[in-house]
């Protein structure tokens, strides 16, 4: 009893306090991250708020609209050549970097150029088809393809396109990034904060209000909110869908979200080691079984709060590679009970083991699969561990079925290509099928969206056959923002935009 | 005393060492390819391949040991797997913000664990007594990020009388500072509190039925002359080596005040880069922290002398 009367008392003093301090002069907008990005640099990040971050930092050469179209940034303009191996981009004029060089052709070429070689660049593979970057004049650069690359302007839309200044390439680029985007950087807090403040010999500086931008990392979700609640944060992402209810119902806060390009789903070892040779590895019937055995839409309720659309296809629905002829099945155990007789399997239940991130999320999702697959005849066990280990053991062949989340990318084959392909970069259930790969790898030479359609229709038809991953729920961004705070356009890539954003009140 | 502290230092070397190896070794038997979580999503063979051999990852353990410690023993502690930066400069930054809640977390858990132990001592039976140690008892088993979430809930969100997270150095900015340290304080040195009253009780009423206490009174002392300044000197001793001890146990309470108040000091740094497999930043800091560790047995060693003067010159 006696501890209390004194914190009542500091805090009592501390309320007088609180109420006078100085407002600022300066507009300062204030973004809650769930995670510490990584590296600043946009050739060596990994991470989606790393994006975040870059999305205020660094302009790209080209953009995407909320429709996922191609939009110029940095390129004014581009003209791919008849046969597909030439792409000619025209630059903005007039663009400066932080420190005041000129963002021209040099300047893009030495980006590409390091882009494509750095020794530890994460941006090689997307820009694996490039065979060479010419500066034609100081505002026209032309990439010389290998071979014919749909993907590659889908690349040049994220972090690949990403332009930083020529001078400081030579410097530890992600210790103090310098770009040309609307915002330079100011300082980094490891753990703590990204502070960023208005460039103002931006070529877009009237689209964006604020003064200062501050990133802050606060992994826990519920401590998240209670700062954006507190008025110490004007927006965050990723809200943990049980609180979706309470926030739509403070008038103080605006609940925003999208459907994003990634998704949800399980992977299934098809062929990757001795751990492949089982029932639900060898026949496609059974995983045809497993995926009707299941209610989407339920376990989006259950775990998701119905906030995660359920998925059936590896195409968001805003992808233009999107079948909305594939339908979403309604869950059938009879069926799912008759795919088992016909493989021979519906005297015993079937073992199926599947392996699961320890994040309280992730465990109800697989809980649920579990529930409900066991009701049309499989024993499924749950393996949880740890993130780290859970991608050692999936690389190395050690699972039946792994739960897994992509996070997406603009370009179709960004979700489906390294999947799905023979020696893909995350084909981790070692999926293999000639047919799939040659379409594949066709697609990418069509730049002609249509065309490509057909393509990924026609592997589509083969993959939902095979099933080397059971969909299951499409990704949701969650965004909460001030009720203050005007204009925020949520995009399916999940990056927070500030163009056109501002505090009203 | 100059011999003492001479001898502890000479015991530390070894001890150190053992840290070192220990420190290395738990991190390579942690299951997970630390190459894997760096890469992310983009998994270039390529870039896998650099990774591996500029991480020294298919070397030996003992040769990647070695190849450390040289770094260590010359002050490089090496780069941040994840981010890049120097650990060295990392350590500088987040040590200042540890030490600052350590301190705030002790000053408050000796202000209110003291008091309140000579209080019960000296009321021992009594509904008093009872009182304060079932306090105690709720303090030790509240567990901190829970009383952390619902102190930012009332205090931060219904009143809003105080920053729900953040850090602000105190030689910035002492007032917010003050603020934005009071809540994380409470909920780290709550435990000690209750740890240090429950020492301070029992020592005093170990040192209360002394004879010379008796003595004390027998000869018509005023009680508060006998309790403050001949019982609660002596009392002092058990408990100021317990306080400079729980440093350990201020480490690890830290770690989940720092997550839930966000606050970028080492706990962050420790669990953020056992998550993500930064080998080099785990190292460094466990090692920064082991340090510290001896430090503080050490420093207990040299209080107990000062505080007890009857030890002066005997060892």
């Given at each position: 009893m006696t501890r209390y009367p004194l914190l009542a008392t500091g805090l009592a003093a501390l309320l007088a306090c609180a109420a006078a301090s100085p407002a600022s002069a300066q507009s300062t907008f204030r973004i809650g991250l769930q995670e510490d990005p990584d590296a600043l640099?946009?050739?060596?990040?990994?991470?989606?708020?790393?994006?975040?971050?870059?999305?205020?930092?660094?302009?790209?050469?080209?953009?995407?609209?909320?429709?996922?179209?191609?939009?110029?940034?940095?390129?004014?303009?581009?003209?791919?050549?008849?046969?597909?191996?030439?792409?000619?981009?025209?630059?903005?004029?007039?663009?400066?970097?932080?420190?005041?060089?000129?963002?021209?052709?040099?300047?893009?070429?030495?980006?590409?150029?390091?882009?494509?070689?750095?020794?530890?660049?994460?941006?090689?593979?997307?820009?694996?088809?490039?065979?060479?970057?010419?500066?034609?004049?100081?505002?026209?650069?032309?990439?010389?393809?290998?071979?014919?690359?749909?993907?590659i302007l889908y690349a040049l839309s994220d972090r690949a396109g990403m332009m930083l200044a020529p001078k400081s390439l030579a410097s530890d680029v992600a210790a103090k990034p310098v770009c040309s985007g609307p915002y330079k950087f100011v300082e980094r807090v490891q753990n703590d904060r990204i502070v960023l403040e208005r460039f103002a010999d931006h070529w877009r500086k009237q689209d964006y209000a604020f003064d200062r931008v501050i990133y802050r990392a606060i992994p826990d979700t519920t401590v998240r909110l209670a700062n954006l609640r507190s008025g110490d944060l004007d927006m965050l992402e990723r809200l943990a869908p049980t609180d979706t209810k309470s926030v739509k119902s403070d008038a103080s806060l605006k609940y925003v979200e999208i459907t994003g390009l990634g998704y949800q789903g399980l992977t299934v070892n098809v062929g990757n080691g001795p751990a492949a040779d089982n029932p639900l590895g060898r026949d496609k019937r059974v995983r045809q079984a497993f995926s009707l055995s299941l209610d989407r839409q339920a376990l989006s309720d259950v775990v998701f709060e119905g906030t995660y659309p359920p998925a059936i296809q590896a195409f968001p629905p805003s992808s233009f590679a999107h079948n909305p002829d594939i339908k979403l099945p309604a869950r059938d155990v009879a069926k799912a009970r008759q795919l088992l007789k016909e493989a021979g399997l519906d005297k015993a239940p079937i073992d199926v083991e599947i392996q699961a991130a320890n994040n309280p999320v992730f465990l109800r999702l697989v809980e649920v699969v579990q529930a409900m697959a066991g009701e049309a005849g499989f024993n499924v066990k749950i393996r949880s561990t740890e993130f780290a280990t859970l991608l050692r053991e999936q690389v190395a062949g050690r699972f039946q079925m792994s739960s897994v989340g992509w996070s997406g990318r603009a370009d179709p084959d960004g979700n489906t290509h390294v999947f799905w392909t023979t020696g893909g970069g995350q084909n981790d259930g070692k999926y293999s099928n000639a047919e799939v790969d040659r379409l594949m790898n066709e697609a990418r030479t069509r730049y002609e969206p249509a065309e490509?359609?057909?393509?990924?229709?026609?592997?589509?038809?083969?993959?939902?056959?095979?099933?080397?991953?059971?969909?299951?729920?499409?990704?949701?961004?969650?965004?909460?923002?001030?009720?203050?705070v005007d204009g925020f356009v949520p995009y399916p890539d999940g990056i927070i935009r500030l163009n056109g954003m501002k505090i009203t009140r | 005393m100059l011999e003492m502290i001479a001898r502890r230092l000479l015991i530390a070397l070894p001890t150190l060492i053992l840290v070192s190896i220990f420190v290395f070794g738990l991190q390579k038997l942690l299951p997970g390819d630390p190459v894997l979580v760096i890469a992310g999503e983009e998994r270039d063979p390529q870039v896998l391949a650099y990774l591996r051999e500029l991480y020294r990852f298919d070397d030996p353990i003992p040769l990647q040991y070695w190849a450390w410690i040289k770094q260590v023993v010359q002050g490089n502690f090496g780069a941040s797997l994840r981010t890049g930066a120097s650990v060295s400069a990392l350590i500088v930054q987040k040590l200042p913000v540890?030490?600052?809640?350590?301190?705030?977390?002790?000053?408050?858990?000796?202000?209110i664990g003291i008091p309140l132990g000579v209080f019960a001592a000296t009321r021992k039976g009594t509904w008093v007594d009872s009182a304060v140690s079932t306090m105690a008892l709720s303090g030790l088993s509240i567990p901190n990020f829970w009383l952390g979430i619902i102190l930012i809930l009332i205090v931060s969100v219904n009143f809003r009388l105080l920053p729900a997270s953040?850090?602000?150095?105190?030689?910035?900015?002492?007032?917010?500072?003050l603020q934005t340290m009071i809540m994380p304080a409470f909920?780290?040195?709550?435990?000690?509190?209750?740890?240090?009253?429950?020492?301070?009780?029992?020592?005093?009423?170990?040192?209360?039925?002394?004879?010379?206490?008796r003595t004390a009174r027998a000869k018509g002392l005023f009680e508060p002359a006998?309790?403050?300044?001949?019982?609660?000197?002596?009392?002092?001793?058990?408990?100021?080596?317990?306080?400079?001890?729980?440093?350990?146990?201020?480490?690890?309470?830290?770690?989940?005040?720092?997550?839930?108040?966000?606050?970028?000091?080492?706990?962050?740094?420790?669990?953020?880069?056992?998550?993500?497999?930064?080998?080099s930043v785990v190292q460094g800091v466990v090692l920064c922290v082991a340090v510290g560790f001896i430090a503080m047995n050490l420093l207990a060693d040299i209080l107990y002398v000062i505080v007890n003067p009857r030890l002066r010159g005997t060892r």
């Open positions: 640099d946009p050739h060596k990040g990994n991470t989606y708020v790393g994006r975040v971050v870059f999305a205020a930092l660094c302009d790209k050469l080209i953009d995407i609209s909320p429709k996922l179209e191609l939009v110029p940034q940095l390129a004014s303009s581009w003209t791919i050549s008849p046969d597909g191996l030439s792409i000619t981009i025209k630059l903005r004029a007039g663009v400066k970097f932080h420190d005041g060089e000129a963002m021209d052709g040099e300047a893009v070429k030495a980006n590409l150029d390091r882009a494509r070689t750095l020794a530890d660049s994460r941006r090689k593979s997307e820009l694996a088809s490039i065979a060479s970057v010419d500066v034609v004049d100081a505002s026209t650069i032309l990439l010389k393809l290998a071979k014919p690359d749909a993907t490509r359609r057909k393509l990924y229709d026609a592997v589509q038809k083969i993959v939902q056959e095979d099933l080397p991953i059971i969909y299951l729920l499409y990704w949701n961004w969650p965004y909460v923002v001030s009720a203050k | 540890t030490l600052q809640l350590a301190a705030f977390a002790m000053i408050f858990a000796l202000g953040g850090f602000v150095s105190l030689w910035e900015d002492p007032w917010r500072a909920v780290l040195g709550n435990a000690l509190a209750a740890t240090i009253m429950r020492h301070t009780r029992s020592s005093m009423l170990e040192v209360l039925s002394q004879d010379y206490v006998v309790v403050w300044k001949h019982a609660f000197r002596n009392a002092l001793i058990p408990v100021v080596s317990i306080a400079t001890l729980l440093f350990g146990e201020l480490m690890a309470g830290a770690v989940l005040t720092e997550q839930i108040f966000s606050i970028p000091g080492f706990g962050k740094l420790i669990v953020d880069g056992v998550f993500n497999r930064d080998y």
